[in-house]
C-alpha cells in the first residue's frame, strides 16, 4: 500500500457553533487516524485544536467519533478504511464541545469524586497486605480502564438524555464501584459504606439497561458489562430484592458480604 | 492579535435535547455512522417475531404436542386435567377440570419469564424493539428514559427467581427427554430421531440457564474471595465461561426449543413419521 | 496589561506524573495548600506509558534481596556517576513506597503467598520489580490520582470544597518560574483551553515535568516531554546536570513508520524473549562489555536455563542493561545484519506458548496486534532503540530534592538529575518517581511553612507578570514584529528539524564534528524560533502551544550537545565513536549547564540575548566522594574498573 490521498471530513467549531469541513489530505502506509489529524495540522489548519498524549492506546486522550463511532484516533488504522470513503471525525458528542475536537469531559471527574475511595483495612499495615491472584484478578480487569471515556461518551443514558447527568454516574465509575466492591481487602462496609447498596441509590444503576455500547467501544476490552455492571446488579439485588439473602444477613454470621 | 479565524460554515443546530444539547458539537445528522448498523437490531426484532407468532400459534393451539413418547416442551410439565394422557408424566392434575384453555399457558409463564428478564434478551429487545439505544451512538428517539430505575422495568430484578423456576423446567425437560428412550408403546431402550432432536434441545437449554448471569453470581460470583471457597471459585470459572456465549445460547436454545415443539407437532399431526433406530 | 488571575497557594507542583501527584499528596499530607499543573488531562501524565515495573527490593520472590544489592545494581547501571546519596535513599526507601500504594488501592500481581509479585528485568540481580502486567503506570497514575480524589473527598467533608486544599489545574502550562529576590515566588502560566494567563503565587515550586524526549526524532515520548521542566530551572537561575546522558531504549518499534519509537517494554526480555539478528543468531552474546563478563551467561544453554534456576546459572545477555543492548542493535543494523525495516528481530513466539504470551504481556500483544498486524505469540517483533529516558536534569540537593541555588525550587522524578548516573535500569524510575517525588513534597511544604511563618512571602510584581506575558504572546505577532526577515516560521516546520537535528547529530552514536554541526544548526533554528509565527486565536491552539514548547527545547537540545560535545569518553547514555571506551578520570567529573547571560535572559525580552551565541555555559565540576560504608559493598576488583586512581587511592588510605 502506497501513499495516497484520502478524504477527510472534520468538525470544526466550539459552542457557538460550527460544522464538518472538507480537507484532501496525503495518506502513507500504516498510519492511524491520529497521524492525518496531525498533518492537518502541520500542513493544512495549525490551529485545528485535538487532544492526544502517548499514541498507543495507553492513555486515553485521543477519544473522538470517527464515521459516527466512538474511537480512539490513535488506534484506528486508515487500513480499515477504503480509499474511496470519506472518513468523518468529530468530538465526542456526549459532553459539551471546547473546540473543534475537544470536549469538556469534566463530567467525569466529578463523577470520579463522587465514588467514596478504596478503605485500607485498619488492621493492616504497609507490607502486610496479603492478596491472593485470583482474588484481584476481577479488579485487575477493571483497572485496565484507560479513562477515555468512550463508554461514558456511548452510553445512551447520559448521551441521549442531558437531564440524567446528575443522577447517573456511567459505566465507567459505575465499574470504579464494582472494583472497590470486589476488592479483596476494601473495609469500606467497617465505616458503614455498602458499595453494592449505593451503586443503586446513588450512582444510577437502575438507569443501565444493560445494552453493552459501553463494552463495544472499550479500547481495552474490558467486559464491563458483564464483569461489572451485571455482577453489580446482582450484588444490589442481594440486598434490596432478596428476601432469603436480606433473611441471612439479619439471622447473622454473614457480617462483612458473606466474605 | 487573538483574533478569531473563521469559523466553517455553520451547521445549524436543531433544537433538541441528548445529541443536540446547545452545548454540544453543533451536527445535525442525529448520528454520524455509515455502516450498517441498523441490521443487528432489524435482526433480532425479526427473529424475536417470528419466534414470539409461532410461539403464541402453538401455546394456544392445544393440540399435537403429545406423539408418545414425545412431549413438546411448550406443554411440558402439562399440569391440568384436559392434558393428553401421557404415561409416566410429565402431567400432574394440578389445576382442576377449570382450566378450559391451553395447559402450555400454565408453564410457559416460567421459561417466557426467564427469558424475558435475561440480561441477554433484555439487550436484544430494548435495541430491537425500543429503539433504546437502537445501535451504538445512534440517538434513540424517546424524549425521557428512566431505564430500570421504576416500575414496571424495575421488575428486571426478579431474574434470579425465574432463574430458580428455569432450573426446575430444565429438569423436568430433562425427564422429558429420558422418557424418550422409549419406543410409541412405551418400551424402554429405544430410540429415534425425536430422540436426538430431544438430546440437543435439552442440552442447549441446560447450558442457557446455567450460563445465567444470575446464576453465575449465585455460584461464586458474589463472593469477596474466591481463595476461600476454592469449589465454588471453579464453578464460577466454569459458569463464567458458559456465560461468555450467553447470547450464542440465547438464540440456539430458542430455536432448538422450537424445533423440538415443532417436531412433536409434524410427528403428533401425522405429517411426518418419526423414523426408529432401534 | 496584568490583569491575569492571581492565586494564593503553598506548594505549586508542576507536572502530574507519578513523582508529581506523589509530591502533592506528601505536601498536602503536610499541611500544605497544594496545587498541581499539568498540560494534559488529570492521570493521563507519560507515567501510565511505563510498563515494566516498580523496582523495590522487597524481597517476595528471592529473599536474598535487600536495598544493598539494589543499590549497587544502580550504581554499576549507572557506571558509578550516580549522585550515590540519591541512589542510596532511592534503595532504601522504595520497598516502603511500593507497599503504600497498596494502602492506597493499588493491585498489583501477586505471588502464591499473596505478596507483591517481583519479576526480572535488566541490570537487577534479583527479581525486583513490583507489576502489574505490562501496565504497571497506568496502575501508578491511576493509584496517585484517585489518592488524590481521596485527600479531596476528605477536605470536601471539612470544608465543602473538594479544591480548598488540593487542587488540579489541568491541561495548563506554565512558561515562567517567577523569582523575587532570588527566591521563588510563584508561577506564570496559561490554561491551554482558554490561552487565559494566570499567575500561582507560592513560596515553593517543585518541578516535575518528566524529560526531553519530543526534542528527537524516534522516541518513545508522548508530546509533553518537551523539556519544559528542565528549561524553567535553567531560566530561573538552576543548573543542570550531566544532559549528555540520554538513554535510548533498545527494544522500540520500528514498523510502521507512524509508530516509530514506541515502546516495546523490557520485559519481554525478562520474561524469555531474545534478539536475533536477520542470520538467526542470538548476537547479544557478543556483545557483554568486560566489567560484566562474570555475570551473564556464556552460552544460549545457560542463559535458558538461568529463568527456571537463577542461583547456579548466569542470566542471559538480553538482559545486560539498556545502554549496553541498544549499542549492540545499532551495531548489528549497521553490519547489515538487521531486519527488514531497520530493526532486529525480538522474539518470544518460539519461547513461551500462545496463551501465556497473551497473559504476562497483554498490552505488547495489544499494541503489535492492533498497531502493526503482528501476532506476536506467532512470529518475532522487529525493534530498534528508541530515544526514552534523560538521565541529566536538574542539579538537585539528594535529601532534599532543592535545586540548587533557588530556594524554593524543587525537581523530582525524570526531570531531575543525578539518581541514575549514566544510565537508569529499568524499573528504578517508578521507584524514583515515589521516592523523590515524596522528598521533594515533604521538603517544599516545610520550605513554604517557613516562609509563612517568617511572614516574608514574596508578592509577584506585574512587571515579571507583563514580561512573562509579553513572551508568550509573541507567537501571534511573529510577522509584526519584523517583517524584514522574511515571512514567519511554521513552528511545525521548526520542530521536525530541530528533532532530526538532534536524532541524526546527537543521537545513540555521536561524533565530533557532527555535534558541532548540530550546534551550528541549532543555533540557527533558534534565530528562526523567534519569528515562529501562529494563526488563530489563543483558544485550545496546538500550533501557539508548540511555538512555546520550542523555546525549552531549543534550550535543552543545547545542553545536551554541549555537553555531549565536552565528554570525551562513552559511557552510559553517551556513547562517542572517536572516544569509544569509558575513562575513569571522567568517573568524578559533572558537567553542569547553565545560562550564559542570566542578566539579559532576566530582562524578559530574548530580543536583547544575541541567538547567534549558545544561550549556555558549560561547566565541570568535581564530584563528592563516595562514601566509604557505601563504597564497601563493592569487590575491590570491581571498583578498579570505575573509579579514577586519585578516588582508588583515597580509599586505601
Known amino acids: 500500500m502506497s501513499g495516497y490521498e484520502a478524504r477527510f471530513r472534520v468538525w470544526r467549531g466550539d459552542v457557538e457553533g460550527g460544522g464538518l469541513q472538507d480537507f484532501t489530505v496525503e495518506v502513507n502506509e500504516g498510519e492511524v487516524v491520529l497521524d492525518i489529524v496531525h498533518r492537518l495540522q502541520a500542513t493544512q489548519a495549525p490551529d485545528l485544536a485535538v487532544r492526544w498524549n502517548c499514541k498507543a492506546g495507553k492513555c486515553g486522550s485521543c477519544s473522538a467519533e470517527i464515521n459516527g463511532r466512538p474511537r480512539l484516533l490513535c488506534m484506528t488504522r486508515m487500513s480499515v478504511f477504503t480509499r474511496e470513503e470519506t472518513i468523518t471525525v468529530t468530538p465526542l458528542r456526549a459532553f459539551p464541545v471546547i473546540r473543534d475536537l475537544v470536549t469538556d469531559v469534566g463530567f467525569n471527574y466529578t463523577k470520579a469524586r463522587e465514588v467514596p475511595a478504596f478503605v485500607p483495612p485498619a488492621d493492616l499495615g504497609p507490607g502486610e ?26 452510553c445512551h443514558v447520559v448521551r441521549d438524555h442531558e437531564e440524567n447527568k446528575p443522577a447517573f454516574a456511567g459505566p465507567r465509575f459505575l465499574m470504579r464501584v464494582a472494583e472497590l ?30 445494552t453493552k455500547c459501553c463494552t463495544e467501544v472499550c479500547p481495552e476490552g474490558i467486559r464491563i458489562t458483564d464483569n461489572a455492571l451485571i455482577p453489580l446488579k446482582e450484588r444490589a439485588v442481594d440486598r434490596k430484592y432478596d428476601p432469603l439473602v436480606w433473611l441471612g444477613s439479619k439471622i447473622g454470621r454473614r457480617s462483612r458480604d458473606g466474605s | 492579535m487573538a483574533t478569531g479565524t473563521e469559523p466553517p460554515a455553520t451547521d445549524d443546530r436543531p433544537p433538541g435535547g441528548g445529541v443536540h444539547t446547545p452545548t454540544r458539537a453543533a451536527i445535525r445528522a442525529p448520528h454520524l455512522r455509515t455502516d450498517r448498523w441498523w441490521l443487528a437490531p432489524a435482526a433480532t426484532a425479526a427473529g424475536l417475531l417470528a419466534f414470539v407468532v409461532y410461539s403464541t400459534w402453538r401455546a394456544f393451539a392445544n393440540a399435537d404436542y403429545y406423539a408418545a413418547p414425545y412431549v413438546s416442551p411448550f406443554y411440558s410439565p402439562c399440569l391440568a386435567e384436559n392434558c393428553e394422557p401421557m404415561r409416566s408424566g410429565p402431567n400432574w392434575e394440578l389445576f382442576g377440570t377449570w382450566w378450559g384453555i391451553s395447559p402450555a399457558i400454565i408453564i410457559l409463564i416460567f421459561p417466557l419469564g426467564f ?9 436484544a429487545y430494548y435495541r430491537g424493539f425500543w429503539a433504546s439505544p437502537p445501535a451504538c451512538a445512534v440517538a434513540e428517539p424517546h ?17 434470579r427467581y425465574f432463574f430458580y423456576a428455569a432450573l426446575l423446567v430444565a429438569g423436568i425437560l430433562s425427564y422429558d427427554t429420558v422418557l424418550a428412550f422409549r419406543d410409541e408403546h412405551y418400551a424402554w431402550g429405544h430410540m429415534g430421531l425425536g430422540t436426538l432432536v430431544f438430546l440437543a434441545n435439552i442440552a442447549l437449554i441446560w447450558a442457557y440457564t446455567l450460563s445465567c448471569h444470575s446464576c453465575r453470581h449465585i455460584v461464586g460470583g458474589k463472593l469477596r474471595h474466591f481463595s476461600r471457597h476454592p469449589v465454588r471459585y471453579r464453578m464460577w470459572q466454569w459458569v463464567g465461561r458458559l456465560n461468555a456465549r450467553h447470547m450464542q445460547l440465547a438464540w440456539a436454545s430458542l430455536v432448538s426449543v422450537a424445533l423440538a415443539d415443532f417436531y412433536v407437532y409434524l410427528v403428533a399431526s401425522g405429517a411426518f413419521d418419526d423414523p426408529r433406530f432401534f | ?51 515494566g515495573g516498580i523496582a523495590a527490593s522487597m524481597g517476595n520472590v528471592n529473599s536474598g534481596d535487600n536495598w544493598q544489592v539494589h543499590f549497587r ?25 511500593v507497599w503504600e500504594l497498596e494502602t492506597w488501592g493499588a493491585l498489583f500481581d501477586r505471588t502464591k503467598d499473596g505478596r507483591i509479585s517481583q519479576r526480572n528485568f535488566g541490570g537487577h540481580e534479583y527479581p525486583r520489580l513490583a507489576h502489574v502486567g505490562d501496565r504497571t503506570g497506568l496502575e501508578l497514575i491511576r493509584t496517585l490520582q484517585q489518592k488524590i480524589v481521596s485527600l479531596q473527598q476528605e477536605d470536601f467533608r471539612e470544608t465543602g470544597d473538594h479544591e480548598s486544599r488540593l487542587k488540579v489545574f489541568q491541561e495548563c502550562t506554565v512558561t515562567r518560574v517567577l523569582k523575587e529576590d532570588r527566591v521563588v515566588s510563584g508561577v506564570f502560566g496559561y490554561e491551554r483551553e482558554s490561552g487565559r494567563f494566570f499567575v500561582l503565587q507560592a513560596p515553593s515550586v517543585v518541578i516535575a515535568t518528566g524529560g526531553i524526549g519530543k526534542s528527537f526524532k524516534v522516541t518513545s515520548n508522548s508530546w509533553e516531554y518537551t523539556g519544559d521542566g528542565h528549561a524553567l530551572a535553567l531560566l530561573a537561575g538552576a543548573p543542570l546536570l550531566n544532559m549528555e546522558f540520554v538513554q535510548f531504549h533498545p527494544t522500540g518499534m520500528v514498523w510502521p513508520p507512524s509508530v516509530k519509537g514506541i515502546l516495546v517494554t523490557e520485559s519481554v526480555r525478562g520474561d524469555g524473549g531474545v534478539l536475533r539478528n536477520s542470520e538467526g543468531k542470538r548476537f547479544m552474546f557478543d556483545y557483554v562489555p568486560d566489567v560484566f563478563k562474570e555475570k551473564y551467561a556464556e552460552s544460549e544453554e545457560e542463559g535458558d536455563r538461568w529463568y527456571d534456576d537463577p542461583d547456579h546459572n548466569r542470566r542471559p545477555p538480553e538482559l545486560l542493561p539498556r545502554d549496553e543492548v541498544a549499542r549492540a542493535i545499532n551495531a548489528e543494523v549497521k553490519e547489515g545484519r538487521g531486519s527488514p525495516h531497520g530493526g532486529v528481530f525480538l522474539d518470544v513466539s518460539t519461547r513461551m506458548p500462545a496463551d501465556v504470551i497473551r497473559r504476562r ?40 530534592a532543592a535545586a540548587r541555588g533557588v530556594p524554593g525550587l524543587f525537581a523530582a522524578g525524570e526531570v531531575a538529575g543525578g539518581m541514575h548516573g549514566s544510565n537508569r535500569l529499568g524499573g528504578n524510575s517508578l521507584s524514583d518517581l515515589l521516592v523523590f517525588g515524596r522528598r521533594a513534597g515533604r521538603y517544599a511544604a516545610e520550605h513554604a511553612a517557613g516562609r509563612a511563618d517568617g511572614g516574608r512571602r514574596a508578592r509577584v510584581d506585574d512587571a515579571q507578570v507583563d514580561a512573562a506575558a509579553a513572551e508568550a504572546l509573541r507567537p501571534f505577532s511573529a510577522e509584526a514584529h519584523e517583517p524584514a526577515d522574511g515571512p514567519p516560521e511554521n513552528p511545525y516546520t521548526l520542530h521536525q528539524e530541530l528533532q532530526q537535528t538532534m536524532n541524526d547529530l546527537v543521537g545513540i552514536i555521536r561524533r565530533e564534528a557532527e555535534m558541532k554541526q548540530a550546534l551550528e544548526k541549532l543555533a540557527e533554528l533558534r534565530v528562526r524560533a523567534r519569528r515562529a509565527g501562529v494563526e488563530g486565536h489563543r483558544q485550545f491552539n496546538p500550533g501557539w502551544h508548540l511555538a512555546l514548547d520550542l523555546r525549552n527545547m531549543l534550550l535543552v537540545s543545547e545542553c545536551v550537545a554541549r555537553a555531549a560535545l565536552e565528554r570525551t569518553e562513552s559511557r552510559g547514555g553517551h556513547t562517542r565513536e572517536d572516544h569509544p571506551s569509558m575513562d575513569r578520570r571522567w568517573r568524578p567529573a559533572h558537567l553542569i549547564c547553565s545560562l550564559a547571560d542570566p542578566a539579559g535572559e532576566a530582562a524578559g525580552d530574548p530580543a536583547t540575548t544575541d541567538p547567534e551565541r549558545g544561550r549556555i555555559a558549560l561547566e565541570r565540576q568535581a564530584t563528592e566522594p563516595i562514601r566509604p560504608d557505601l563504597l564497601a559493598l563493592f569487590d575491590k576488583e570491581e571498583l578498579v574498573k570505575y573509579l579514577a586512581d586519585e578516588e582508588l587511592e583515597g580509599r586505601s588510605e
Open chain 3, 361 to 400: 504481556l497483554p498490552s505488547m500483544y495489544h499494541q503489535f496486534k492492533e498497531l502493526a498486524d503482528v501476532d506476536i505469540t506467532a512470529e518475532a517483533m522487529e525493534v530498534g532503540p528508541t530515544c526514552h529516558y534523560v538521565m541529566g536534569g536538574i542539579a538537585v540537593d539528594s535529601d532534599t
Open chain 1, 181 to 210: 466492591d470486589m476488592h479483596p481487602l476494601d473495609a469500606a462496609g467497617d465505616t458503614g459504606l455498602d458499595r453494592s447498596r449505593t451503586a443503586q441509590d446513588e450512582h444510577g444503576l437502575g438507569y443501565c439497561n444493560i
Open chain 2, 143 to 159: 424524549k425521557k428514559y428512566t431505564g430500570e430505575t421504576r416500575f414496571p422495568l424495575i421488575l428486571q430484578n426478579v431474574h
Open chain 3, 1 to 51: 496589561m496584568s490583569v491575569v488571575d492571581r492565586q494564593e497557594w503553598d506548594v505549586v507542583v508542576v507536572g502530574a506524573g507519578g513523582a508529581g501527584l506523589r509530591a502533592a499528596i506528601e505536601a498536602r499530607e503536610r499541611g500544605a495548600r497544594t496545587a498541581v499543573i499539568c498540560k494534559s488531562l488529570f492521570g493521563k501524565a507519560h507515567t501510565v506509558m511505563a510498563e
Open chain 1, 129 to 154: 497486605y496479603r492478596m491472593m491472584q485470583e482474588d484481584v484478578d476481577r479488579s485487575q480487569e477493571f483497572r485496565k480502564c484507560i479513562e477515555c471515556f468512550l463508554c461514558q461518551d456511548t
Open chain 2, 115 to 123: 427469558r424475558l428478564t435475561c440480561y441477554y434478551y433484555r439487550k
Open chain 3, 73 to 97: 545494581d544502580t550504581m554499576r547501571g549507572g557506571k558509578f556517576l550516580n549522585q550515590w546519596r540519591m541512589a542510596e535513599l532511592h534503595a532504601q526507601e522504595a520497598p516502603q513506597r
